[in-house]
């Protein structure tokens, strides 16, 4: 079965430094992952996706198939960055609509 | 377009009640999740129905819980009886297909 794992509960980094969320997944098949991201108060968002490889807010992701991998990072970490962030994967038993999360990450940015 | 809602907010109960939680969808979404977030587990998906029909409830934990899609603009999660290990934000979510999840502000549910 398909599985996402962010090994990190909590992560603290000091404003400007970079910034690297990791996660891995298991999945035989051709997975699309996500990033989401959910700040204070808010509801769960959409903040990056690999098949897109674009930027948001600075932040990127790739695809490492060999490790199966897609890390989350930024260059220089600010404030407004603090929240919780979940990795998810498409796919796998269940039907490939059915999307698996990780158990998230709360980046916690210092001033 | 409102975006997924979710009603109650909050719900504070006694353990062996019955609970309801709900859920309308963006209309014109197929998909419709039910996820369960705990600080231990993080976002458990319990259950996903496509164009109302349940597909995928191997995530719903015991019998105790059950959901429900009459039609496309609504879904309930049911909890019956209720105990206090069931305490957690209750998120729903909807889709189209190969489309990201949108989500709902979620339910918190207290069980005492």
């Known amino acids: 079965a398909q599985r996402v794992t962010q090994p990190e509960k909590l992560l603290s980094v000091f404003k400007g430094a970079p910034v690297e969320l990791k996660c891995n997944y298991s999945?035989?098949?051709?997975?699309?992952l996500f990033w989401y991201v959910q700040y204070s108060r808010q509801r769960l968002q959409l903040l990056l996706r690999?098949?897109s490889r674009e930027s948001i807010k600075g932040f990127t992701a790739d695809l490492n198939k060999g490790e199966t991998s897609f890390h989350l990072k930024k260059p220089f970490a600010q404030e407004e960055d603090s929240a919780m962030y979940y990795c998810a994967l498409r796919g796998g038993s269940g039907g490939y609509q059915k999307v698996t999360f990780g158990t998230g990450t709360k980046l916690q940015v210092i001033p | 377009d409102a975006g997924v809602i979710q009603s109650p907010r909050h719900e504070v109960t006694e353990m062996g009640q019955e609970v309801t939680l709900r859920c309308k969808p963006i209309s014109g979404h197929d998909y419709l999740f039910w996820y369960r977030q705990t600080m231990m587990r993080g976002l458990e998906l319990l259950i996903y129905f496509n164009n109302n029909v349940p597909i995928d409830d191997s995530g719903m934990p015991e019998d105790r819980f059950s959901a429900k899609m009459p039609n496309a603009s609504f879904s309930t999660l049911k909890i019956q009886p209720s105990e206090p290990r069931d305490s957690a934000v209750y998120f729903c979510a909807s889709s189209l297909a190969n489309s990201p999840l949108h989500f709902g502000n979620g339910t918190r549910l207290t069980v005492t």
């Open positions: 999945y035989s098949g051709s997975p699309e």
């Open positions: 690999h098949i």
